[in-house]
């Protein structure tokens, strides 16, 4: 495995350095503070060729591997200070276009993916319920099937871009006698009768990334609606959550890439005491400690592009990556506020928001106990 | 029979017990309801003898009746083989 990335990895990377500074960082503060989603920021995406990433030309997208991706995601991170944004990117991307590229018909992936990567459709994901979180399989929305249709009825929990979002793919069971093994994923488009976006809820962090509540009510949509088989809506969800672990956590590098930076520009500038504060020791343990968290997160997620680009499983791998950058990036982004003294926990630096929307690391795509609890289990424990 | 058993085994034993004897695994050792196989480990059995053995299991055959073993998992193929 080799850790510099190749001359068109970085080219990609420096591309998206450069796009994310120059486009996505308008009016970040007030966005966070009020809750707005960026449609324009979406568009820029849309156009830099973000939101197909992994997707085929054929379909609209760029075609790119997955160590191209993550490189991406790099710099993506590194260069937007709207976090909430790239984490709607990453839902539409990881928990609804991928699954419809891999599992999808002909039929629905022509009629889906262009648009979802050209940034008309808004992509988002439903399988939490009110009752069903860590322990997602226990989901209660049932799927009935009546003769060439699907009837849906349930309640939807935590669904990241729900409230701007054009296409669901949901998780519904066909009888929850079967357990895991009736759990069956379909793509519902916005406007069928039935599904609604009812409760936005609000956040600590990611707040310029909008989530609701959506329920099912009679929800009845045609068979072709279904996304993979009957039953295997697990293998999908699983598919779905490690693409995202890994891409989400090259946002995080780029993030404490950017925050490392920053740090040890101002430690050299600031002074206190008639020098600069990077002279006291335990102010530089602080920009050390976060040089080595990113230096040992960083092969982490590179590992996982690495084995999945050669088709390998990662599960373990992934999980680990998971459990450990999110600790990294959260204990990062205080150590960044602390070096920044009183200046670090004002809005106005942007790393409060940073923490804010860190926190979230450990509870989405799996908390931090079901990463060990994976790991546990690919130990043989 | 003894083949599919023997395969059977054989995958399981590489993909979710590393390191175990192989005698630890019985053909009546309970698998699901001991945990060996969680969700996501059943259906990659499922997908596995699907492949293996050209048949198709359908959500409700996915279940503990058939998977909890790897006598039932063998008899399961055996009966969907002879149907086919
Ligand atoms: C920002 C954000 C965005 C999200 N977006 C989406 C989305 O788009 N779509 C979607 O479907 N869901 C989404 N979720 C939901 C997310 O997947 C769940 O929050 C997560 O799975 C945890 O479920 P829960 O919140 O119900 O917590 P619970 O499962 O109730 O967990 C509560 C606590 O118990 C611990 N716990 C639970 N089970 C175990 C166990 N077996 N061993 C040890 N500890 C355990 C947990 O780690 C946690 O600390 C999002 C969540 C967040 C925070």
């Known amino acids: 495995m080799d850790l510099e990335l190749t001359e068109e990895q970085q080219r990609l990377q420096d591309a998206a350095i450069e796009f994310a500074l120059s486009e996505l960082n308008d009016d970040v503060i007030r966005r966070d503070r009020e809750e707005v989603f960026s449609l324009a920021g979406w568009k820029k995406c849309a156009h830099f060729g973000a939101l197909g990433l992994p997707v085929p030309p054929g379909y609209g997208g760029m075609g790119l591997g ?31 276009t991928l699954p419809i590229l891999t599992y999808g018909t002909e039929e629905q992936k022509q009629r889906y993916l262009p648009r979802l990567c050209n940034g008309e459709f808004i992509g988002a994901n ?38 701007v979002a054009n296409l669901f793919v949901v998780f519904a069971t066909l009888d929850v006698r079967l357990g895991p093994m009736g759990i069956t994923a379909f793509v519902i488009e916005r406007d069928t009768p039935g599904l609604k976006v009812t409760r936005a809820i609000e956040k600590m962090g990611l707040r310029t990334s909008p989530m609701a509540e959506v329920t099912l009510e009679d929800c009845m949509i045609p068979a072709a609606s279904r996304l993979g088989r009957e039953g295997r809506g697990v293998g999908i969800f699983e598919a779905s959550m490690e693409w995202e672990r890994g891409c989400i956590l090259a946002n995080y590098l780029g993030v404490m890439r950017r925050q490392l930076e920053s740090c040890i520009d101002y430690v050299r500038k600031r002074k206190q005491f008639g020098q600069a504060i990077g002279k006291f020791q335990s102010v530089a343990n602080r920009v050390v400690d976060m040089k080595v968290r990113l230096d040992t997160c960083r092969p982490l997620v590179y590992r996982i592009g690495w084995l999945k680009g050669q088709n390998r499983p990662a599960t373990l791998e992934a999980a680990v990556a998971k459990l450990y950058v999110a600790q990294s990036l959260i204990a990062s982004c205080q150590d960044a506020i602390q070096i920044f003294g009183g200046y670090g926990y004002m809005t106005e630096q942007g790393l409060e928001r940073d923490l804010r929307d860190a926190i979230a690391s450990t509870l989405y795509s799996g908390t931090s106990e079901i990463q060990r609890n994976l790991i546990a289990k690919g130990l043989g424990l | ?27 009546d050792t309970l698998l699901r309801t001991s945990g060996v196989l969680d969700s996501v480990g ?34 399961f193929v055996q009966s969907k083989k002879a149907l086919a």
């Open chain 2, 1 to 27: 029979m003894d083949n599919i058993k023997e395969e059977i085994r054989q995958y399981i034993l590489s993909e979710f017990l590393p390191g175990e004897t192989p005698a630890n695994l019985q053909d």
């Open chain 1, 126 to 163: 439903a399988a939490s319920e009110p009752d069903a979180g860590s322990d997602v399989f226990a989901m209660r929305t049932r799927a009935e099937r009546r003769g060439d249709c699907y009837v849906l009825n349930g309640t939807k929990m935590f669904v990241s871009n729900a409230p």
């Open chain 2, 42 to 75: 059943t259906l990659r059995v499922v997908s596995f003898v699907e492949e293996r053995y050209g048949i198709e299991v359908e959500a409700h055959e996915a279940g503990v009746e058939n998977f909890d073993s790897i006598a039932a998992i063998a008899a």
């Open chain 1, 66 to 96: 997955i160590n191209e991706v993550i490189a991406v995601m790099e710099g993506l991170g590194y260069g937007t200070r709207d976090q909430g944004l790239l984490f709607s990117i990453n839902a539409h991307l990881w928990t609804n």
